[in-house]
């Protein structure tokens, strides 16, 4: 069984898959994570994003990548490198294999619960249950800005509302694969709160 969730940076696409993964018992990937890897070793090597040679050179170096969870690539200028070199089609190539890999590895669990921005409508075409998060991009921002304040980090509401429609317009605009709702997804309205967004998750499930 796969369940992918795709939708808009700071969606809560991480806790609701974090949810499901626990109460449903399925594997988690956060496909998210692979980009904000790759952006880590970019931005650690000095790589110019616009110089496709030096991206390709460097991809071609990277022996594995860590799918591992950490701070630092949560921090807003990796969010802003993650989201620009995955307008490249051959990185999305690249993080696409080592996600069929994944679940190949995996195949003998139960399921998995996939989350990214094109899981459902590129990656995993066929997945079992395909849900689309939305949430409005000012419920985002404060969100996120109360995550990055209570995690001690500095921040500014205004700023962080802007980047998140940076990166919003940079994943809906993009070439391939962009963020699109998929086809046969349900959409997931998380505007309210969390006990409102996982009730209707948990009828979703109960159902397929
Ligand atoms: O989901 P998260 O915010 O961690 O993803 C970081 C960035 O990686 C996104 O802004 C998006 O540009 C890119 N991404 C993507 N496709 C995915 C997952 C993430 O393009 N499946």
């Known amino acids: 069984m796969i369940i992918t969730i795709d939708g808009p940076a700071a969606s809560g696409k991480e806790k609701i898959s974090r949810y499901i993964s626990k109460k449903w018992k399925l594997k988690h990937l956060d496909s998210g994570i692979l980009y904000r890897r790759l952006a880590l070793i970019f931005s650690m090597k000095k790589i110019n994003l616009k110089n496709v040679k030096q991206i390709k050179k460097k991809l071609n170096e990277i022996e594995n990548l860590s799918f591992r969870r950490s701070k630092k690539i949560r921090t807003q200028e990796i969010s802003r490198i993650a989201s ?22 995996n195949k003998n669990r139960h399921g998995f619960v996939i989350d990214g921005r094109d899981i459902g409508s590129v990656v995993f075409k066929k997945a079992d249950l395909k849900l689309y998060i939305e949430v409005n991009p000012e419920i985002r921002a404060k969100r996120r800005y109360k995550q990055l304040i209570d995690s ?13 429609k940076l990166r919003d317009r940079q994943d809906k605009l993009r070439k391939h694969s962009p963020l699109i709702i998929p086809k046969g997804a349900v959409i997931i309205n998380n505007n309210g709160s969390f006990k409102v967004t996982v009730k209707q998750i948990n009828r979703l499930l109960r159902n397929s």
């Open 152 to 164: 001690g980090e500095k921040s500014i509401y205004r700023k962080i509302l802007k980047d998140i």
């Open 84 to 105: 620009e070199i995955a307008v490249y089609n051959f990185v999305r190539v690249y993080i696409n294999k080592l996600q069929y890999e994944f679940v190949k590895k």
